[in-house]
C-alpha cells in the first residue's frame, strides 16, 4: 500500500510561518512607534527647554537695563546659564 502525502500538514506550517512573518512585521511597527514618540517627546524637551533660555534672555536684558538706569556709571551684565539642570544668574560688574 502506498502511503499517500499528507498536503493538511504542509498547509499548516505554511500558515504557521506566515503567522510568525505577520507577528514579526507587527512587532516592527509598534517599535517604529515606539521611536516616534520617545522622538517626539525629545523633541518637545527640546523646545521647553529653548523656550526657557528665550524668557531667561528677556529677564536677563530687562533687568540689566533696570540696573544700568538706576547706576548708569557701573555696568553691570547678567547672565543666565542653565548648567546641571539648574539655572544659574551670574552678575558681572
Given at each position: 500500500m502506498e502511503k499517500k502525502p499528507n498536503y493538511g500538514l504542509a498547509r499548516?506550517?505554511?500558515n504557521s510561518e506566515s503567522d510568525k512573518v505577520k507577528l514579526e512585521y507587527a512587532?516592527?511597527?509598534i517599535e517604529q512607534e515606539r521611536v516616534k514618540l520617545q522622538?517626539?517627546?525629545a523633541d518637545l524637551h527640546f523646545k521647553w527647554i529653548r523656550?526657557?533660555?528665550?524668557?531667561?534672555s528677556l529677564?536677563?536684558?530687562?533687568?540689566?537695563?533696570?540696573f544700568n538706569y538706576v547706576n548708569p556709571k557701573k555696568?553691570?551684565?547678567l547672565a543666565f546659564a542653565f548648567r546641571d539642570k539648574t539655572w544659574r544668574m551670574d552678575i558681572c560688574t
Open positions: 499548516e506550517r505554511k512587532n516592527l511597527k522622538q517626539m517627546k523656550n526657557i533660555s528665550l524668557l531667561a529677564i536677563t536684558a530687562i533687568l540689566s537695563v533696570a555696568q553691570i551684565f
